[in-house]
């Protein structure tokens, strides 16, 4: 039974460190395929169900001076530059810079349009709203990625039955 334990702590720090060292490009990549995707749709009128709201949301924070028809397509090339950023791993700071300051404003509807957001506020969201929410995991993707910026790293855990490289 000791062999099969061993064997099992074998395959766990391997899996463990393949992790380490892949999880944060691939959690790179797969937020920038999602600002790229999203940012992508909102160029092509219809199809990004986030448009109207968004557009609504920057209207209203700019007291009407930032017309849907310059918002939305301005949002749309944000969260391309954003995307782009994270997909080749550019200009990260700036890159995180600009995510931190759209996700603030996709967070805002919350606020300006409860009703539109929540069918029951606070704890039943409408589909709008549960695009809303999600980005709490953008975010915290963002804050693990900003966290490496300096260099930092994943790093598997030492043990003894950790595979030698």
Known sequence: MN??????????????????RHGLPLLRISLGIVF????????????????????????TLSFGIVSAKVSVPLLAGWECLIGIGLLFGI?????????????AGTLTPLLLFPSEVFTRIPYAPTLEGQYIIKNAVLISAAIVLGATVRGGGLVPERGSAEPRH
């Open 3 to 20: 062999d099969i334990a061993t064997q099992f702590d074998v395959v766990d720090a391997r899996i463990t460190s393949w992790m380490a």
């Open 36 to 59: 790229l995707w999203f940012g992508a749709l909102k160029f092509f009128p219809g199809l990004s169900p986030a448009s109207d709201l968004a557009a609504r949301t920057i209207e």
């Open 91 to 103: 200009f990260m700071r700036a890159t995180l810079l600009l995510l931190a300051v759209q996700m």
